[in-house]
């Protein structure tokens, strides 16, 4: 089933810990994440944008591929660029670098979207999950304002939005083992998770 909300990967990141490598054609289990990533997102959105500073290392990928509005290099601005190109009035946005997306858990997000809610932020035990969450059009004024004041931290935004809070024992139901938020940060990492089933 197709929801009404597009699906946005935000692909703009420094790579710093990587090596300057871009981690969403890093392979795990002999897959590149941004396949894996798009494999969910297939099923799920009409509309799929990659945000990226790099367009001509994804036009492979059929779909929208746009690049950041601001200069400053921050998953805010990505996520302001994402939301601002999308044809929607939600959108589902993940990183690059999370190999484990469950189509079940973004499907139980999007089910919680409700016009009086700006974000469908999913909060484990350890943290809030910003980069794994449904984002309204209504946020992108908010995260303008906070970009202009170059003010780059994504949760000095979410204060000022309506937020939909979903609890971990929820997030456990269609994700168990929670493996939609890990990310793969470091070679140590990669190597750990490709060698580990």
């Given at each position: 089933m197709k929801f009404p909300c597009s699906g946005i990967i935000l692909a703009g990141g420094l790579n710093s810990r990587f090596s300057g490598k871009n981690k969403a054609f890093v392979e795990v289990k002999g897959k590149k994440i941004i396949d894996s990533i798009c494999d969910v997102f297939k099923d799920l959105f009409t509309e799929i944008i990659i945000v990226t500073n790099d367009p001509l290392k994804y036009v492979e990928w059929n779909f929208n591929i746009v690049?950041?509005?601001?200069?400053?290099?921050?998953?805010?601005?990505?996520?302001?660029?994402?939301?601002?190109?999308?044809?929607?009035?939600?959108?589902?946005?993940?990183?690059?670098?999370?190999?484990?997306?469950?189509?079940?858990l973004v499907e139980f997000l999007i089910t919680n979207i409700n016009p009086n809610i700006d974000v469908v932020l999913p909060?484990?035990?350890?943290?809030?999950?910003?980069?794994?969450?449904?984002?309204?059009?209504?946020?992108?004024?908010?995260?303008?304002?906070?970009?202009?004041?170059?003010?780059?931290?994504?949760?000095?935004?979410?204060?000022?939005?309506?937020?939909?809070?979903?609890?971990?024992?929820?997030?456990?139901?269609?994700?168990?083992?929670?493996?939609?938020?890990?990310?793969?940060?470091?070679?140590?990492?990669?190597?750990?998770?490709?060698?580990?089933?």
């Open positions: 690049t950041d509005l601001y200069p400053a290099r921050s998953s805010l601005t990505g996520l302001h660029t994402g939301l601002f190109f999308s044809s929607s009035p939600y959108s589902f946005i993940t990183a690059c670098d999370t190999p484990f997306l469950k189509k079940e909060e484990t035990l350890k943290t809030s999950q910003p980069l794994c969450a449904v984002y309204s059009k209504q946020c992108i004024k908010p995260m303008e304002n906070s970009i202009l004041k170059n003010n780059f931290k994504i949760q000095n935004v979410l204060k000022k939005l309506r937020l939909k809070k979903i609890s971990e024992n929820l997030l456990k139901k269609t994700d168990p083992d929670l493996s939609s938020f890990i990310n793969i940060n470091t070679p140590e990492e990669l190597s750990f998770y490709n060698n580990h089933e």
